[in-house]
């Protein structure tokens, strides 16, 4: 799991440090910056998942730094903590009306700490491991469904073989006590038969047999009859003990049917969220892509006779890379040059030249662009973008592909319509300046 990062921004040294140990110890990375300019450089070409801002610094203070971040449409999605000891609700609502989320003391305590990045996101509550746990296997099972990793067996599975080994064991003790007891009250019935039977023909042997002749057969007869009737009545208790077993163990695996069941309800809702929660991420990702695509596309015009791909785009499609490669987009950087079609005049050497703004729109000698007929990148890059092809590990190796499409005059899409019923060469040219451009489109891996 990546580091969760935190920028502090504070002209205290003593402040940035103690606020940075508190951080790490919740395993955030955390980079410090001593003002406001500092720390707006720095999320220039840096990505962080939190900002906690002091509010009076030299230069520009908190107010104006948060100001300056949610205004910039690349950093407006950063949530930033005021991180100051001024008081008061005047305060409070003027930080948060400019976009802070909310106030912290400069010496917070550690559970408003955690409290505030468990409300972000940034933290794990490590006292519910059961429940965290269970979001994380259900996690696992929303995300490794791409890579066709079957799922867990879910939490009810286990309660249910578990409550059954343990109504088997207390089944098969029960029984075996049972039958141990049954078979010493038998064994001590017949004992007493035995001892019964000896008894009377010792009394048989000292006294004439005429006398016990009628006597002795009887006897053994009930005697043999109440040890059945015994045995009997053993079988029977033996059986309702049994079925009365049997009942409990029918009630308690309804229950953990049940059980079961709303775990699989829990587990299938986690999923439900979960595969929202992506989705809202992916969408706000893809928002993200949009909004940087149409701010790198409007400084995108160029000059009747600039090369397209020269350093001020070089640096433009740095930079780009760069801030992509942080938040870690995986996909390519698509960059078209399109060719204006421009009302030009011939001079006296004969050279085609960009027609006076003045001069009527049918004193073009040719509508037009020096490079109609050109898709070569090497007639519209510079020496230095050449080079920056070739070296930099932005471009090379980074995961995003970067494609340059060389537009000729027939494949050339227009941005702007060309006037119908043009008067000057002037109007008309403004038009072209607008279609002779350098455009930007974004495409990530999930989309293609």
């Known amino acids: 799991m990546a580091l969760k990062r935190a920028l502090v921004v504070d002209d205290s040294k003593l402040a940035r440090v103690a606020l940075k140990k508190q951080l790490e110890e919740y395993d955030l990375s955390v980079a410090l910056a001593d003002s406001g300019e500092e720390a707006l450089e720095y999320l220039k070409y840096h990505m962080v998942d939190v900002v906690f801002m002091d509010h009076i610094m030299p230069g520009i203070d908190g107010l104006e730094a948060v100001a300056a971040i949610k205004s910039n449409p690349l950093t407006a999605t950063i949530p ?6 001024k008081e008061g609700e005047v305060y409070v609502s003027q930080a948060r009306a400019l976009g802070a989320l909310d106030v912290l003391p400069k010496q917070v305590e550690p559970g408003v700490l955690f409290g505030m990045l468990l409300k972000l996101g940034l933290v794990r509550d490590r006292r519910a491991p059961t429940r965290d746990a269970a979001i994380e296997q259900s996690a696992d099972t929303s995300y490794e469904a791409v890579g066709g990793e079957p799922p867990q067996e ?44 000896n008894a009377d023909r010792m009394s048989m042997l000292e006294e004439p047999p005429e006398r016990y002749a009628g006597v002795a057969w009887p006897v053994l007869t009930v005697t043999f009859a109440l040890a059945l009737i015994v045995l009997g009545a053993m079988f029977l208790q033996v059986r309702a003990e049994r079925d009365a077993v049997r009942q409990n163990l029918d009630s308690l695996m309804t229950v953990v049917e049940s059980e079961r069941s709303s775990s699989s309800a829990l587990n299938e809702e986690l999923v439900n969220d979960i595969g929202q929660e992506r989705a809202r991420s992916e969408s706000a990702f893809r928002e993200l892509l949009g909004v940087l695509t149409w701010t790198m596309n409007q400084s995108g015009a160029v000059y009747y006779d600039e090369r397209p791909l020269n350093e001020v785009r070089t640096e433009q499609i740095r930079s780009l890379l760069l801030q992509l490669s942080n938040a870690g987009f995986q996909g390519t950087v698509r960059v078209e040059s399109h060719l204006g079609e421009f009302c030009l005049t011939i001079d006296s050497a004969g050279i085609y030249q960009l027609a006076e703004p003045e001069l009527p729109f049918t004193s073009c000698a040719y509508i037009g662009h020096p490079l109609d007929d050109s898709s070569l990148l090497s007639d519209r890059q510079t020496p230095s973008f050449e080079a920056f092809l070739a070296e930099s590990p932005l471009v090379n190796g980074s995961g995003i592909d970067l494609d340059l499409i060389m537009r000729s005059r027939l494949d050339s899409v227009p941005r702007v319509p060309y006037p119908a019923e043009p008067e000057s060469a002037g109007e008309w040219n403004q038009v ?17």
């Open 432 to 448: 072209a300046a607008l279609n002779n451009r350098v455009e930007y489109s974004l495409l990530s891996d999930d989309s293609r």
């Open 80 to 85: 930033v903590m005021m991180y100051t000891s």
């Open 154 to 197: 879910p939490v009810g599975m286990t309660i249910s073989a578990l409550l059954t080994r343990i109504l088997e064991d207390q089944h098969s003790a029960l029984r075996s006590d049972i039958l141990g007891s049954h078979r010493n009250f038998a064994k001590q019935v017949a004992n007493e038969v035995y001892e019964r039977q």
